[in-house]
Every structure is written in C-alpha cells, then in structure tokens.
C-alpha cells in the first residue's frame, strides 16, 4: 500500500468535501454545546471528524496561503491607493480613523437598539463605551480632513491632549460594565466554537495594538500616537470581555468569589493602563505645548 498516495489524499480531499466540510462542522459544534451533549458518542464522533477538518484546513493554509499572500500583496501594491495604504502611515492613519469611527457608531446604534429591545441597562453601558471612543475618532478624524498631519504642530498637540481627557471618561463606562458584571449577572457569552474565534481575534487586535503603539510612536505625531492609544484601550476592553466570556463557558467548576476576584483584578489593571496613558498623553502634550509658548 502506498501510504504516502494514501495520507495525501486524506490530507487534500476535493476541495468540494473540504468546502462542506467547514460549516458542517461548525454548525455540529454548536449543536452539540447548545444542546448541551458534549459527553455523548455523537459529540466524540464530531469532534474527531472537526480535527480531522482542522489538519485539512491548516494543510491548505500551509501550501496555498503563501502564494495567495505575495499574489494579493502584489496587487495591492500595484494599484496607486493599494500602494499608498501600505507606505504612506499618515494616509493610513486617515483611512483606519474612517473605518473604526464607522464601526464605533454601528456598534453604538446596535446596542442602543438591543437596549430599548431587551429593556437592560447593560446595552446602555455598552453604548456609553462605544460613543467614547467615537467622539475621540471624530474629533481626530475632524482635525486630519481640516489639517493634515504633520502640518500644525501644535494643533495636534491641543487635539490628542484633550483626546487623553476624554479617554479618562472610559473608565466611567469600565466601571459601569464591571459592576453590572459582577451584581447583575451581565456580560459577554459566546456559543460552541464561536468563543475561540472571539479570543483569536482579541489576542490579534491586542497584539496589533501594541506593536502599532510602538512603531506610530516612534513617528512622533501626536494625532497618530492618540489613534493607537485609543486602539490599545479598545483592545484592552475587549481582554475583559473574552475574560467574562470565558467563566461564562468554561468557569462553572471556579467558585464564584473567584470569578469576581478576577474580573475585578482584570477591570483594575485595565483601567490602570488607560489611565496610566490618558496621563501620560496629556503630560506630554502639556509640556510640550509650554515649551512652544516660552519660545
């Protein structure tokens, strides 16, 4: 038997099988959770058969993801705005300000809505959060279309000083979310398969987060350092949320005292870092806008 013909065609079925195969699984997945079957022969015959549909897909990604990558990485930079996206930062310190002030303002219309649909002030928490940060985008996004960056100087200090201001007020709806966490039974729950894609995405954003807040600080703008301070507080959040999505799946064997305990240990550091950088940007500014002044 030639096991190597074997293993490949296992590894690299056609590609319509591994096409059904994914949301096959996924939906099976969520079934066995939602119906609460996770110890049934059924669930251990899908659970076989989603790592199975794993190693296949992670198989394609290994052989085929690379040339994908240098193909569309090719035409991006071959197409004049692609190519502006990727070498000009303060271009795409513009275009990102655009998409995450829309993404602020969907999710802010999106839980107002759940709010007066549910009647829970939980939604509302979540607004107040989210209408934060859009304000501090808008008001970024604002001097950006007027200005530009890198033009006035001191513009961009007054506008990301009083961005770190206004990102003091996010612990107010911090503060509003844990307690609501902790006395109202409220927080983030995600079904079956969907909690690993919400952590892979958090830890990505995070990541990203961070890595951005170091290169854009090195640029020396204040408006795109202010942006990636936002991002990083943003990112930040959403760590405590997956926390509370997580006891919410897999905590039920944790006491709930310790459940508390760390998402309030969790909500405290959180909100220490976001006040820790609102405080340093407007220090910062601060000191640099007397510097001009005595000049």
Request: net charge positive.
């Amino acid at each position: 038997m030639n096991y190597k013909k074997l293993f490949k065609s296992l590894i690299e079925p056609p590609a319509a099988v591994a096409v059904l195969l994914v949301p096959l699984c996924a939906a099976a997945l969520v079934w066995v959770f939602v119906t609460k079957r996770q110890d049934s022969p059924v669930a251990y015959a899908l659970y076989i058969l989603s790592f199975y549909t794993l190693c296949v897909v992670t198989w394609w990604c290994i052989k085929h993801l690379p040339k994908q990558y240098r193909t569309a990485k090719d035409k991006l930079y071959s197409n004049p705005v692609g190519s502006r996206y990727m070498t000009d930062m303060k271009f795409r310190t513009h275009v990102n300000l655009y998409l995450t002030l829309s993404v602020n303002l969907l999710y802010v219309a999106v839980n107002v809505v759940s709010g007066i649909i549910f009647e829970t002030a939980w939604f509302f928490v979540l607004s107040l959060y989210y209408t934060i940060l859009a304000v501090m985008r808008f008001l970024l996004l604002r001097f950006v279309e007027r200005t530009g960056i890198g033009n006035d100087r001191r513009g961009e200090l007054l506008r990301s000083r009083l961005c770190g201001v206004i990102l003091l007020t996010v612990n107010l709806a911090l503060t509003g979310a844990v307690m609501m966490i902790l006395y109202v039974n409220k927080g983030f729950s995600y079904n079956g398969i969907l909690i690993y894609v919400v952590a892979l995405y958090t830890f990505y954003i995070t990541a990203m987060a961070i890595r951005n807040l170091i290169k854009y600080r090195r640029l020396g703008s204040p408006v795109m350092s202010m942006s990636k301070i936002i991002s990083m507080a943003a990112a930040l959040v959403s760590m405590l949320s997956l926390e509370t999505a997580m006891f919410s799946q897999f905590g039920k064997e944790m006491s709930q005292w310790g459940q508390r305990l760390m998402i309030i240990l969790t909500g405290a550091e959180v909100s220490a870092v976001i006040i820790t950088m609102s405080l340093y940007s407007i220090i910062k500014n601060t000191k640099e806008l007397k510097k001009q002044y005595e000049q």
